[in-house]
């Protein structure tokens, strides 16, 4: 698939996405919300690829939000034709996708992260953030509803007491109390969160993939279930990777004095 919105690309087993709009400050569109959950099912069944980062393209904005001339568009034809259907919520299909993937994902969030474009972030597993970003659920501000999930997801991450400020508020945190209230995990320069981010990849890139796919299938699973489900997942997930050629290859290469290769294991 041939991207518009958007910049695919994989290096030294991290594939990276881009959101490519900087005139518009990475602001989004349905073809956008489209090509990245087409990127994200393409990384995962990438064999180039293990780990997977988001950011956005330029120094101004990771996304600020929706493009309003889609809203605008939208209006119009619901004027023209009263009768039309609802406008599908963008990105629909976008949770479900990142809740199922094997790999573990990275938001580098750049600048303002405003809208859709604060809730596709909480879709990640981790979010690290540059000193010039600005967080914000503007979405009452405009009109409108949060999405993507994110009523269920923000809460579960900063509580409730702060997603229900930031919801009905729709003001917009510098990264500093993101970082405070658990938003992100880090920040740092601008000028370092490129680096930053491959580091923390860099990081999952020594662990085994089968053991990544099951710890992160367990921590999602997890924000539903109960003690005893959870135990009761661990023990199916470390059967398995008892007997993965990760394990095997790790025990050997400790017994030889080596660092481990799970690349050529999972070959």
Known sequence: MAYETILYEVADEIATITLNRPAKMNAYTTTMG?????????????????VIVLTGAGDRAFCAGADMSMFASDIKARETKPDSRERRAPGISLPQVMR????????????????????????LDVRIASDNAKMGVIFPRVGLMSELGSSYLMPRLIGLARTAEMMLTGRQYPASECLAMGLVSRVVPLKDLAATARELAGDMLQCSPTSLAYTRRALYQGLDGTLETAMAFEGFALEKCYVSPEHKEYVAAFMEKRKPDFKKAKS
């Open 100 to 123: 199922n993937l094997s790999k573990p994902t990275i938001a580098a969030i750049n600048g303002y992260a405003l809208g859709v474009g604060c809730t596709i972030p909480l879709l």
């Open 34 to 50: 489209a090509e990245i959950t087409d990127a994200m099912i393409r990384a995962d069944s990438d064999n180039d690829a293990r």
